[in-house]
């Protein structure tokens, strides 16, 4: 298991972050290289045409391996609406209706929901009402049938860190010959993913919040069915051809095999691109189960803590170690409590009901005992 690693990290000591779901702080090294590029915008002349290319290939190549994908089936853009758009631009509907679940992030409800108005088919919320995680997790699974489109559902539910059940989800969805699309962006990073073993066609993940990446960076993965696909832009980068940049009007219509041609236009970005592959780079070597079992250790600690005085938590099977919510009594106020948070500088967010707790490597017990120690002045 790793120790902690806030020294790669310029956090204050005075201040308790656990709000990585919000957005990650930046790694140390992150920011040198961008400063670093930043300077070389002065003098552009040494950039040569494989400068163009060979960061973003880094970057497909290294997210690869954390969701255990090919590195041609990894596209880079801008926010996970953007890859949504490329995904929805090449799905046809075979069936009626479209499937997502009570509260999914606003960026992949309102692409279904364009998607279903544009193509007249009906969408399906699939409500949890007071059902148990496990509950909900069957009334998802049984929802989907031969006459489902499509399913869009969060590797973790965003608000709670609920644990769905992608590798069910994703063999009903073979089965009916259903599109399976996640949204990874609240997990890959600091849980396993497995794009191949969990039948997913199409997975996006904003890069600013586990992947230690920069805002304004995102990845994806689009499986062979997007491979023929037509992106929303027309990208001179994403052409066979793009590397002659002295035969450039010598227009090859050819896109980039797989999902090359999905990758957003300049595609390189100088200054960003630095930050997210060290990011990845960073992932890759902790290594995704270490981050998993360092986060299980810190958040054992709120759970023995706090279970005691009523606070509740989410099922063990469904209950996700770097985030999670605290089930606080109905009778506290939760925007009271969350400022009193605020003060003693211990950050996490309020999301619907939810005190939303989001921990990483970053995090050491000095945090954890100070969160747990505050709930329990508030009860």
């Known amino acids: 298991?790793?120790?902690?690693?806030?020294?790669?990290?310029?956090?204050?000591?005075?201040?308790?972050?656990?709000?990585c779901?919000?957005?990650?702080?930046?790694?140390?090294?992150?920011?040198?290289?961008?400063?670093?590029?930043?300077?070389?915008?002065?003098?552009?002349?040494?950039?040569?045409?494989n400068?163009?290319?060979?960061?973003?290939e880094e970057i497909r190549k290294e997210f690869s391996k954390i969701i255990k994908s090919k590195k041609d089936e990894v596209a880079i853009m801008p926010s996970s609406s953007y890859g949504f758009a490329n995904i929805f631009n090449n799905i046809n509907s075979n069936g009626?209706?479209?499937?997502?679940?009570?509260?999914?992030?606003?960026?992949?409800?309102?692409?279904?929901?364009?998607?279903?108005?544009?193509?007249?088919?009906?969408?399906?919320v699939v409500e949890r009402d007071k059902l148990s995680a496990k509950e909900w997790n069957k009334k998802i699974i049984n929802s989907i049938d031969s006459n489902t489109s499509l399913v869009l559902i969060s590797s973790i539910h965003w608000m709670n860190g609920t644990k769905f059940d992608l590798k069910e989800i994703g063999e009903k969805c073979k089965a009916n010959g259903t599109y399976f699309i996640v949204d990874g962006t609240q997990s890959v990073g600091a849980m396993s993913m497995d794009v191949k073993d969990f039948k997913i066609d199409a997975l996006i993940c904003a890069g600013y919040k586990w992947l230690f990446g920069p805002y304004s960076m995102a990845l994806?993965?689009?499986?062979?069915?997007?491979?023929?696909?037509?992106?929303?832009?027309?990208?001179?980068?994403?052409?066979?051809?793009?590397?002659?940049?002295?035969?450039?009007?010598?227009?090859?219509?050819?896109?980039?095999?797989?999902?090359?041609?999905?990758?957003?236009?300049?595609?390189t970005n100088f200054i960003l691109s630095p930050i997210m592959l060290n990011g990845l780079n960073q992932i890759n070597s902790w290594g995704i189960n270490n981050i998993e079992s360092y986060c299980k250790k810190l958040s054992e600690i709120v759970i023995n803590e706090l279970s005691p005085l009523g606070i509740?938590?989410?099922?063990?099977?469904?209950?996700?170690?770097?985030?999670?919510?605290?089930?606080?009594?109905?009778?506290?106020?939760?925007?009271?409590f969350k400022n009193i948070l605020e003060e003693?500088?211990?950050?996490?967010?309020?999301?619907?009901?939810?005190?939303?707790?989001?921990?990483n490597v970053f995090n050491d017990e000095k945090d954890i005992n100070k969160l747990v120690e505050t709930v329990k002045e508030f009860i």
Request: charged share 25%; with cysteine; glycine share 4%.
């Open 1 to 19: 298991m790793i120790k902690c690693q806030k020294h790669l990290f310029n956090l204050d000591d005075d201040e308790y972050y656990l709000n």
């Open 21 to 49: 779901a919000y957005k990650s702080p930046l790694l140390k090294k992150g920011e040198l290289l961008a400063i670093n590029a930043i300077k070389k915008e002065r003098t552009p002349s040494y950039l040569k045409p």
């Open 51 to 56: 400068n163009y290319f060979e960061i973003s």
């Open 96 to 124: 009626n209706k479209a499937i997502v679940v009570e509260n999914e992030f606003p960026s992949g409800y309102f692409s279904v929901k364009k998607w279903c108005s544009k193509n007249n088919i009906q969408l399906e």
């Open 220 to 267: 994806g993965y689009f499986s062979s069915k997007f491979s023929d696909g037509i992106p929303i832009e027309e990208s001179w980068m994403n052409r066979t051809n793009a590397q002659d940049f002295s035969n450039l009007t010598e227009y090859d219509s050819k896109y980039k095999p797989m999902a090359g041609r999905y990758n957003v236009g300049e595609t």
């Open 312 to 336: 509740a938590f989410e099922n063990e099977n469904y209950f996700t170690s770097h985030l999670f919510s605290l089930g606080l009594p109905d009778h506290l106020n939760l925007l009271s």
């Open 344 to 359: 003693k500088k211990i950050r996490v967010s309020v999301r619907g009901t939810n005190l939303r707790v989001s921990i």
